[in-house]
């Protein structure tokens, strides 16, 4: 029972920290690299708060160094994946009537944990597992599921605040109910704070989830765990369960209680779950909420009055950061004739100013991707290009994978606005430039928006106004976050609502109202004060 209108604190982002040489933040973050790297952690399930393991295992190897073993983790069958979902149905019956301050405190903790005594074990995990330099590392899974955790509790309470009219002789109230059933979490291995996020963000309004991480993130997937069942989520709430992805599917999209699925992660694996909903949509007690955050071919258009060492940032920094690995990652670019001499010559010489290798030795701006299945398909379109009439690689295009699954930031110029890597999405720290006439800009921008299926960021570079203008009408639907005069990446929770259409996803916009309204079922109460007792109204009278 409530007993107050409650203020939540007044959410503000988590400032960065800078990890120079000499600072706490950087002896701590290296220690417990160390730390991380020689534990050989165990990563079991996680169902209705227990340690699960099967004995099914399966290795932890850094991308930057692929011989080393930095721990191991638990697969479930059928037999987990069905306990992890009825764990989850049972423990709705509490969590789905918590008073919403509750939960608030909850998640508020788990930000304030993150932001303090794991801070550097989450940034040493993601820096391992994923091959991210600190910074990036700091900006995601420390900055970035912070900011996640605090808004998601301010915005909820937002949501709860908006009610309908009432009059004097009836009184209308909005219940912002949980989903009917239980929430499917499918997260990536490229951020940390995707990661945490969305199961936290269905559990923060009333849901349970059955949660699935990427293989390839499960070092960090273990920190997040630690993290919210010290912050006090409850058992059952949010189940960890990795297992063959097909099975586990199968078995959850069959379920009745199935009420939603929170995806990040590619085009084809969400439109199959998709397909999956419509083939068993006569099995569900409601409707499903599909919720999905996809794939990109993210583009940067640079005017002919844009400053070139502006435009070689964007696209350095773009492209590059993470090795190319976000969905928000700039991957195509329309350079006018007469700027891009001076461009490539500034793209080259920051290029090669890189260094490469683990994120331990923070003098490194490039490390690994993610796995050699990434590796290998880079490398095939890297070879591609060498040899296409039409392409030419013109920085870069050099790769090994005898240590790490090292590929070189590498630029490729194209005369085919159409060519292969101009449409294909990469994931990697692979760009395609395309050069158009100056005076064909209006024709480029065409180009633009036709070439690809996605619609997630992209970025316009220059000084005349009238330009970026024409370019933010005639791109409109090609990006649903869109940069003017910067790179087409690091979108900020409260500040730059994440999310794309098209083939890029539902665009419900991580970080913002709008996605956690994907996790409410509204009921509408009216109360009326004085009852009729008769059925007649005024116009029947004679």
């Not at 998601?152 to 109230?173: C, H, K, L």
């Not at 005639?474 to 990446?489: H, M, S």
């Amino acid at each position: 029972m409530g007993k107050g209108f409650f203020k939540v604190p007044v959410a503000v982002n988590e400032p960065i920290k800078t990890y120079a040489p000499g600072t706490v933040e950087r002896d701590q973050v290296l220690a417990a690299y160390k730390e991380l790297w020689n534990a050989n952690t165990e990563v079991p399930l996680y169902i209705n708060g227990k340690e699960v393991r099967t004995g099914d295992t399966a290795a932890i190897r850094p991308p930057h160094d692929h011989q080393h073993v930095a721990g191991t983790y638990h697969r479930g069958g059928k037999k987990e994946v069905q306990e992890a979902i009825a764990t989850a149905i049972e423990a709705r019956k509490t969590w789905s009537q918590l008073p919403w301050e509750q939960r608030a405190g909850i998640f508020l903790k788990a930000a304030e944990l993150i932001a303090g005594p794991y801070r550097a074990r989450i940034n040493a995990a993601t820096m391992i597992n994923q091959s991210k330099t600190i910074f990036q590392a700091e900006i995601d899974s420390a900055c970035e599921l912070i900011d996640f955790l605090r808004f998601n509790v301010q915005y909820m309470t937002e949501i709860y605040a908006e009610q309908p009219e009432s009059t004097s002789g009836a009184w209308n109230r909005l219940e912002y109910r949980p989903l009917e059933g239980f929430v499917y979490c499918i997260s990536p291995f490229n951020f940390t704070a995707i990661a945490g996020n969305l199961p936290a963000s269905a559990a923060l309004m009333g849901n349970v989830c059955v949660w699935k991480p990427s293989d390839h993130q499960m070092l960090s997937a273990q920190v997040i765990v630690e993290v919210f069942r010290e912050a006090g989520v409850p058992d059952g709430v949010i189940n960890m369960v990795n297992a063959d992805p097909v099975m586990m599917t199968d078995e959850v999209m069959t379920h009745p209680d199935f009420s939603g699925v929170h995806f990040t992660g590619s085009t084809s694996v969400f439109r199959s779950l998709w397909t999956k909903v419509g083939e068993n949509i006569n099995n569900y007690k409601t409707y499903p909420k599909i919720v999905g955050e996809t794939g990109g071919k993210d583009f940067i258009v640079a005017h002919s009055s844009a400053v070139p060492a502006q435009v070689a940032t964007a696209i350095v920094r773009g492209a590059f950061e993470f090795q190319g690995q976000k969905c928000s990652a700039a991957s195509r670019a329309y350079i006018p004739q007469s700027m891009w001499s001076e461009v490539e010559n500034l793209i080259r010489t920051d290029v090669e100013s890189f260094k490469m290798g683990s994120p331990e030795d923070m003098s490194n701006f490039i490390t690994a991707v993610i796995h050699e299945g990434s590796f290998d398909k880079l490398a095939k379109y890297i070879d591609a290009a060498k040899n296409d009439s039409n392409a030419d690689v013109v920085i870069g295009g050099n790769y090994d994978k005898s240590k790490g699954w090292f590929v070189d930031p590498t630029v490729i110029v194209t005369t085919d606005p159409k060519y292969v890597t101009m449409e294909t999405e990469l994931f990697g720290p692979v760009i395609t430039i395309y050069i158009y006439e100056d005076d064909k800009y209006a024709e480029m921008l065409e180009l633009v928006d036709e070439t690809s299926e996605y619609a997630l960021t992209g970025a316009i570079l220059g000084q005349d106004r009238y330009a970026v203008s024409q370019a933010t009408t005639a791109l409109e639907n090609c990006a649903g976050n869109f940069y003017i005069n910067d790179k087409c990446t690091g979108a900020v929770v409260g500040q730059q609502p994440f999310g794309g259409a098209r083939a890029s996803g539902t665009n419900d916009k991580a970080g913002s109202k709008l996605n956690l309204l994907r996790w409410v079922s509204p009921r509408m109460i009216k109360e009326t004060f004085v009852t009729p007792t008769d059925y007649r109204y005024p116009f029947l009278g004679e």
